[in-house]
């Protein structure tokens, strides 16, 4: 538990360290920011239709679920950037040689390894969350549903980095092919329940699969254990992959 | 049982091709095991084996009692290990990094920052503590690499090739460094440079294609050795037969009709008998240069 935090804690710290961490804050707040100002402004323009409308969707519906939603999306392409790092840029520099003869067990090099980076994915989640909560200034939020949201984005991006963190085992030497590899697979999966759109049917396995619908879900305020669960699950499956991997590899060579 | 480190019958295969073969020996407190051999001879290899990173195809090795592969956290709790590139993290400073190293290792404040600073002490790492290792030339980087396999004072340390990037001054303080470790804990060091293991060593063992063709001590090494080859440059040509009757000298090669290759017991030192009756004969003495023993006239000689 210890070794835990004690990785966890360096890894949150380098990367702070190289200009990465905040270059990448600094721009996601740019980008959402803005998107953030367009819903804002969307808002302004519909209020007056909405006043006349019986059960209208409200500030919080119309301004909070699209700006997770859009960053939801271009952390798709970040978060592969920093999971790339964790093992395979190691890898590269053979730093990892450290870790491995550490009297330090794998899965406590992946949880330390998980957790540090789940830091920086949070406070992006922090830092997003308190857009929405600056309109309190001047209007009403519907404080459950943002926070909602922000829990559906959390699990969203552990669920990436877990996806990532296992890629980057996966991928040896090569942090590229970790980074563009995860990419891949997280856009897959988060395609998965267009099938429909193709088929004029859907598959409900797939779109069972699909990341997309589970965020979607937790977005409207249900937050129900089905999707929860599926989270869970699937932050545990690839974690449990690269404890896995990471021993079998030192077990052959 | 003092024994640190016992291998038994190492195995490692790379698909087809056998890096290490039938490799077994121990090691005890107070040795300095030197493994010395020519480049791709599988001392990397069986460095990475005994620090857990690379198990073997077949084979045990137990440090400290501890199984490497099965008891592997308590095994390792008792190693410090540098590899063949030392694992830095280049955006630490050099207090952090090693700091790090101390914790991976279980240490806690106040004994960690006391580690540090022996650890740097020991490695003529003071004045750079505060320093990016990043910024830092590679023979200090070096000198981190062999901090950090001391820091937490472990019962075996390994050393892959600790002197490669260092000035002459360097080598001699880590030499120095490298026999007082010795003194109180088990030390294994692989190299190809002979004086390296002469200096530092007290035990070494020979590993040639894999495989594992001399361990011997220090002293043994030295005995057998007891040969060595002069240069000899004249003016005109020397009579053979007239040098080979001097007491001490084994065999003459003419390389060509001035050139000669002297070999000779190193007991018997017949170097001053050479130059003299060389002198005495009119034949022009010009160069007389004692040659340095390569790894490959210890090969050929020990697997004789």
Redesign the interface.
Known sequence: MKMIATIASREFKTLFLSPLAWSLLAILQLVLAYLFLTQVETFLTLQPKLANLEGAPGLTDIIVPPLFGNAGIILLLVTPLLTMRLVAEERKHKTLTLLLSAPVSTLDIVLGKYFGLLGLLLLIVLLVTLMPLTLLIGGDLDLGKLAANSLALSLLLASFAACGLYLSCLAGQHPSIAATGTVGFLLLLWLLNWTGVLQNERSPVLEYISLLRHFQALQTGLASTVDIGYFVCFIASFIWLSVRHLEHKRMKS | MGLLIAAEHLYQH?GRYCAVQDVSFTLEKGQVLGFLGANGAGKTSIMQML?????ATSGQIRINGFDI?KQ???A??C?G?L?D?P??????TVDEFLA??G????LNQPALSKAVSLAKDRCGLTDVGKRLIANLSKGYQQRIGIA?AIVHNPAVIILDEPTVGLDPLQIRSIRALIRELGNDHGVILSTHILSEVQESCSHVQIIHQGQLVMSESIAGLNARMDTSVLLVTTQRQADVACLKAIPGVVDIDCLDAQRLRISHSLSANPGPAIAETIIAAGWGLQEITPIKQSIEDIFIRVTN
Do not use: D, V
């Open positions: 790379y620090s857990g990173n690379l198990a592969q592997a956290k308590l390792k709790a190693l290990y590899p590139t694992p830095l993290y280049r955006e630490l790090y190293c914790r991976l290792h279980g950090q």
